[in-house]
């Protein structure tokens, strides 16, 4: 036999569902607003003695009302927010499998597709969607099951809120831990995400892809386009993650593309040029955004993502020697309509003039004395120093060091490089820069 104490908690609850049945809207609200202050925290077996063991019937009840209701977004805060208390709550696994039994991973993924709901509310879903997702793999599985990783992906690229957006990160690494049958999915959502307009986006799916790249162990193809082409992106951290991200990829497969398409992308085609020069200026109608044209910008960025690889590796410098990098640099230094690609051009190039001597002899041949002696004296200034015509015979350069040459120059490396060090002594040691060390 029951106790009277146990009675009387039975009889509470069923007057307290009775009471939920038959309010409206006002009153549930309030319901909520009360059961979440008082119940922040609480582990299961805390939320069964609350509710005297039938703390699952007002978790079907919440759910069943936010399946009807989302849509409109009526008091929909406080019901993602109650749900999660029950979800989120130590030993109480039970209640997130209750919610998957009845939709409740397809709901959440609804509501971030629904421009009518706040975003605040579309984090909340996210917060609900982490705390299944770190359940276990199982879990994973599921919301990856209900298309979830392109729902996720989409509501990232389209999501004004900064801090949303990294929420949405979060999820997105849980979804690529520990979910082999679903992780390639996870990093080609995220390589499509790169493609988006929303920086922060770029950012995020930038730095995850370097986690999840470690994970997958084979590089994707598609991923050299992608993370080349967000080199044209006007914001330093989004090109920082992108360089990162391309620093990591010299340990895969992918690593010639790479290094080609960085090559090819100091030198703009003039077809792809005229016509974003023709677009801007329909655009903007001002002549002034030809300092931002994105394949300039993304010049630039090749130019110095180069160097950063030069730097770090002389393996990595003598492939892009063959690829006749020499040419490209000294093509972007001749850029008069983008002082950055001048700049970061001639920083890299600086770099492998100091560190091959077959380098210096070409790149000397190719300026001429004068051009030659200011480019040592102060490459990264040299654009402010020189003049057009200066600028047209770096833009118009033929260098084109034969592979010979090079092979020479790498096999005599020992023997070179002492040699390039001391005929690259500057007579007047205060004006003129030592050779760099990588």
């Not at 967000?230 to 951290?237: G, N, Q």
């Amino acid at each position: 036999m029951t106790s009277v104490k146990e009675q009387a908690a039975v009889s509470r609850l069923i007057s307290f569902l009775q009471e939920w049945d038959s309010s409206g809207k006002v009153t549930r609200s309030h319901i909520l607003e009360n059961f979440i202050l008082a119940n922040q925290g609480k582990t299961g077996p805390e939320l069964e003695m609350e509710f005297s063991q039938g703390a699952s019937l007002f978790l079907a009840r919440i759910t069943a009302w936010l399946r009807l209701t989302y849509m409109y977004g009526t008091c929909l805060n406080q019901q993602l927010k109650s749900i999660g208390i029950f979800l989120s709550a130590a030993n109480g696994q039970r209640y997130i499998i209750e919610f998957l039994e009845i939709g409740g991973v397809l709901t959440l993924l609804e509501i971030l597709g629904l421009k009518q709901l706040k975003e605040e509310e579309k984090k909340e879903s996210i917060k609900l969607l982490q705390i299944i997702a770190s359940s276990g793999r199982k879990f994973k599985e599921i919301i990856c099951e209900s298309y979830g990783v392109r729902s996720v992906a989409e509501f990232l690229a389209t999501s004004k809120s900064e801090e949303t957006q990294e929420q949405v990160q979060i999820l997105l690494d849980a979804l690529g831990h520990g979910n082999p049958k679903y992780q390639m999915q996870v990093y080609k959502g995220l390589i499509a995400l790169l493609k988006c307009t929303s920086p922060k986006a770029q950012q995020l799916s930038l730095q995850t892809l370097r986690t999840i790249q470690t994970i997958v162990g084979k590089a994707h193809p598609s991923i050299v386009g992608s993370v080349l082409g967000v080199l044209r992106s006007l914001h330093l951290e989004v090109q920082y993650e992108a360089i990162q991200l391309i620093k990591d990829l010299m340990a895969y497969d992918v690593q010639p593309a790479v290094l080609q398409g960085l090559v090819a992308l100091l030198k703009p085609s003039r077809q792809e040029t005229a016509r974003m020069q023709a677009k801007i200026f329909e655009e903007a109608g001002t002549l002034h955004v030809m300092a931002s044209l994105p394949v300039y910008i993304q010049q630039a960025a090749a130019a110095k993502a180069i160097g950063i690889l030069a730097q770090d590796s002389r393996e990595l410098a003598e492939e892009l020697l063959f690829l006749n990098v020499v040419h490209g640099l000294m093509c972007a230094m001749g850029n008069k309509d983008h002082t950055n690609s001048q700049r970061q051009a001639s920083i890299t190039l600086e770099f492998f003039v100091q560190n091959f001597i077959v380098v210096e002899n070409h790149v000397k041949a190719a300026m001429g004395e004068k051009l030659f002696e200011l480019f040592m004296q102060d490459a990264t200034n040299l654009y402010l120093n020189m003049d057009a015509v200066q600028a047209d015979i770096l833009a118009s350069n033929i260098v084109n060091i034969p592979a010979d040459f090079l092979a020479r120059a790498k096999m005599d490396w020992p023997e070179r490089e002492s040699s390039s060090k001391e005929e690259l002594q500057p007579e007047d040691n205060d004006t003129s820069p030592k050779p760099a060390t990588s």
